[in-house]
């Protein structure tokens, strides 16, 4: 029956070296070989792998049209509420993002660059081509909101050429895009400016056939000249009346001054009935039974023209704009850390390398050495022999 032997951790550490030193030329063989194997690969056979990096900012956000007008008609009274029905921002992040990520731009890099023979590419599909660069390639958003473009390979110089040309062809693609989206909004707004222009030409018509028939030009100047002209009116006709009847009162109704007296207050009356039924509107004199039927058409009238002229005066402005936008290309993204020929190497780390095959080494040692002492000390009929000698038959079957 076999013994199971109680060893303390220090006991285990001194027997595992001492099977160690028994096998020493083995654990230095197993040790030294793939150490050297590994020193000889990232030395001489492993070609190094460069980085280089860029960050640049994302292009500024532009509100749309849509956007813009409803700004523009939160200045103008009762429309504010109109704004938050219309659009958005226009947001330039993505759309550079989406560039930055398009199989487009990858393709004219590896066109521009040759990367089929730089890669010694033999693939049969222009797929996995692409799927080769974009191992190469990362583009992220930093902590600061910024792109950081990364690319590898084992041309330091080649990869700062790569992410430069990226940079300049996406932000030629975003100019394009915006160049195409002012053309686009400039023919829209073209066509509205030409429907605006006639629907006001067609408003101030109107405006001023319903201002001359109803000679009503400024209701709030009108209406105050009118209770002016009727008070007035009012005040002169009690006085007649008062002195009418004085006059009646002291000499009858068969005298001169009596019948002046009452001409005039007929005069009076007559003038108050014309105010009143609007008979005297060509001097401005508004009829109150009508004026505020005519209010609220002129308001509604003038409102209408208001709307339209400053709709009309903001696509003005916004067409000179977007003709601007057409007509000039500037750069949108800025580069901050410009790609350079970074010579660090990122791969293969050489010490890293060497001193992990070292302890898998030794690991390896380690264990074949206390193995083969195992195998020494133990007894035939013991358990552990017994399982070593049937996976020793099992593999000889297999073998066979």
């Not at 921002?89 to 487009?104: H, K, P, R």
């Not at 008070?231 to 009690?238: A, E, M, P, V």
């Amino acid at each position: 029956m076999e013994k199971h032997e109680n060893l303390t951790f220090m006991e285990l550490l001194l027997r595992i070296l001492n099977n160690c030193l028994a096998h020493l030329k083995l654990c230095i063989a197993i040790v030294t070989i793939p150490t050297a194997i590994m020193f000889v690969l990232v030395m001489w056979v492993l070609e190094p792998t460069y980085r280089a990096e860029a960050v640049v900012t994302p292009p500024t956000s532009e509100v749309s049209l849509a956007g813009n007008i409803g700004k523009f008609m939160d200045g103008l009274d009762n429309l504010g509420s109109i704004s938050s029905l219309l659009g958005k921002a226009d947001n330039g992040t993505d759309i550079v993002w989406t560039y930055l990520n398009s199989w487009e731009l990858h393709d004219m890099v590896i066109e521009k660059f040759d990367l089929v023979n730089h890669y010694e590419f033999d693939g049969k599909f222009h797929a996995d081509m692409l799927k080769q660069f974009r191992k190469n390639f990362d583009v992220e958003i930093n902590d600061e909101g910024m792109f950081k473009l990364t690319y590898e390979d084992e041309d330091y110089v080649l990869a700062a050429e790569v992410l430069n040309f990226m940079l300049a062809k996406a932000d030629s693609m975003y100019n394009s895009y915006k160049t195409s989206q002012a053309r686009i909004s400039r023919q829209y707004i073209q066509e509205r400016l030409e429907r605006e222009e006639h629907a006001i030409d067609s408003l101030q018509e109107v405006f001023v056939k319903f201002q001359t028939e109803n000679h009503f030009y400024d209701p709030e100047i009108q209406l105050e000249a009118t209770m002016k002209y009727l008070s007035t009116l009012q005040g002169n006709r009690d006085m007649v009346a008062q002195e009418l009847a004085f006059e009646k009162m002291e000499r009858g109704e068969n005298g001169r001054r009596y019948e002046e007296l009452r001409k005039r207050l007929s005069s009076v009356d007559a003038s108050m009935k014309q105010a009143t039924q609007g008979k005297r509107g060509s001097v401005g004199i508004v009829a109150l039974d009508k004026s505020s039927d005519l209010a609220a058409q002129y308001l509604r009238i003038e409102s209408e023209v208001k709307i339209k002229m400053a709709v009309y005066k903001y696509l003005r402005q916004q067409s000179e704009q977007l003709a601007l936008v057409e007509a000039n290309m500037r750069a949108n993204l800025i580069i901050l850390q410009p790609a350079w020929p970074n010579d660090k190497k990122v791969f293969p780390i050489r010490s890293m390398m060497l001193a992990f095959t070292c302890l898998v080494a030794g690991l390896i040692a380690m264990f074949v050495s206390c193995f083969i002492e195992r195998c020494k000390t133990s007894d035939k009929d013991s358990v552990f022999m017994r399982e070593m000698q049937r996976l020793a038959r099992f593999f000889g079957k297999k073998g066979a």
